[in-house]
């Protein structure tokens, strides 16, 4: 909850005039407990999950019924039932509910802790952007080695089995895993901002991107990297990494992917080739001398 009455005390304090994004966060929050305002993670938390998805979930199913092509999925051979995507969705939201949720309200002291802060000023968008550049950074070298460890027999058949059964992941299924493995994986997303204390609104940011900006970034894995380990399966011991590629290329776990890769572009090459020595013979455009 602000400590300021009135719009010119919040404004007093900060020692000049508010931004429309201030006044806005003044409006909203002023009397709201810091508590109820961390609480808002869980609902937005569901809501992204799912809208995000949604239309090309609905586009997946819509051609699968006119049995037309799917050119945007990386796997488009496989094609998901409505019951999977049904089975996924109440699958990850149960666990977000009942699981998460909880976690995350209990976990409020520990982000008061670390300095969480709900007042003014609001970041500027320089200082968001390095705060979240950041936490991409801990969150993926931190994830990569719980990855692995997943990936040992124990923990691989008793938790992360379940984010394997689908070997052609679709937007659902991102989340879609054992309650104890989304939990864990939530230490790598809180120890960014445990070490880069931030705004409530970054947590929100953070926690909760209904967009994919990564794709932006140099070293970026991307969806399809992550394609490759699924599809290799659960004895994968490639592509760990959630969202750079540095650590699987410093610890040698994507030679199976750049060996997968590299055999795609020499078949494509081949075949761009075989193309061309038919053009040249009168076959490639499908006429003959």
């Not at 810091?34 to 993670?41: A, E, I, R, S, V």
């Not at 996924?88 to 976990?107: E, H």
Request: charged share 15%; net charge positive; with cysteine.
């Amino acid at each position: 909850m602000l400590p300021y009455a009135t719009a010119a005390e919040a404004e007093a304090a900060v020692g000049r005039g508010m931004t429309w994004a201030e006044a806005a966060w003044f409006r909203y929050s002023a009397s709201i407990p810091d508590y109820c305002l961390y609480c808002h993670n869980v609902p937005i938390l569901l809501l992204v999950y799912t809208l995000a998805p949604l239309p090309l979930a609905l586009l997946e199913l819509r051609r699968r019924r006119r049995h037309l092509p799917l050119p945007h999925k990386l796997q488009p051979g496989v094609r998901h039932p409505p019951a999977a995507f049904l089975r996924c969705y109440a699958a990850t939201a149960r666990v977000l509910l009942l699981a998460v949720g909880p976690v995350q309200l209990a976990s409020y002291p520990a982000v008061r802790a670390v300095g969480i802060r709900t007042g003014l000023p609001l970041p500027s968008a320089g200082e968001t952007a390095a705060q979240v550049a950041v936490y991409l950074l801990v969150e993926d070298y931190l994830g990569y080695w719980i990855h692995r460890l997943l990936h040992t027999p124990w923990a691989y058949h008793h938790i992360h089995r379940v984010h394997h059964e689908f070997t052609a992941p679709m937007g659902y299924a991102a989340p879609y895993a054992h309650w104890a493995e989304i939990l864990i994986l939530g230490f790598p997303a809180f120890a960014g901002p445990a070490i880069v204390p931030c705004h409530m609104t970054t947590i929100w940011l953070w926690f909760k991107l209904p967009f994919d900006p990564t794709k932006y970034i140099p070293l970026y894995g991307g969806v399809e990297y992550h394609d490759y380990h699924h599809f290799v399966g659960g004895h994968s011991q490639s592509n760990f990494s959630s969202v750079f590629t540095f650590c699987d290329y410093i610890y040698g776990t994507d030679r199976g992917y750049r060996y997968h890769k590299a055999s795609l572009s020499k078949l494509k090459e081949m075949a761009g080739n075989h193309v061309e020595k038919g053009d040249e013979n009168g076959f490639g455009n499908g006429k003959q001398d």
